[in-house]
């Protein structure tokens, strides 16, 4: 989970290094400012899913967390990301997945939906106050070098004048009541959440329990991000 929070720091790293190339070659403001191509981002475990024996993954809700702070990241650094690249689309590490009766789609393929229909239009800068996980970081470097909070945040809002703000709850065991600055109460608020039973669940065969819910919201009072859930709530503004 806290992968994607390295590649967080790296892209702004590298997007400081451009504005330092920029601003040492006295590049000119008119010359439009190059963009961060991040390829081939996903979640896998090579022990779980060999590259040599394919890379066929079955993807546990934890894995769908991650993808969605994966994703949560890059909406926040559109500013350096013009384009940020998947791997795979199909079978091999993939969040679809062939069989002879027709297409898996896996825990992953449920917060991609969700951003590829939502998270469009421009970013808007969020404030979180959360807890922060303290536990061991894979790699090692992250303590220190960026937060890892439990409510990973991120919002847009498209031509048409919706907010779209998605948050993942990573904790594994315990939901977070946030107030929510920005919605009025009584607003039409559409809710879309990817939770499970446990983060160990995965969609296989006819058995498919994670999925996305639809519910509504009222914007009165705290909303309550459910535990190891992704959740995008989405209103006019």
Known sequence: MTSPRAAERAIEITGGLIDLARIENKVPPTCKRQKICFDEWNVWDPVRAPGEEGGEESYTLSDALAVGVWLNVFVRQAKYVGMANIAQSVNVIS????????????????????????MRGSTIATHVRSPEYEGATEPNWIRGAIETPFLDVSATVDDHGFVNLAVVNVHETKSFAVDLEGVKEGADVQVYTVTGENVRVVNKGDENPVGIAESKWDGKGAYEFQKASVTLLRWKH
Do not use: V
């Open 95 to 118: 969040p679809l997945m062939t069989t002879k009766e027709g297409i898996t789609k896996q825990t992953t393929w449920w917060p991609l939906l969700l951003f590829s229909k939502y």
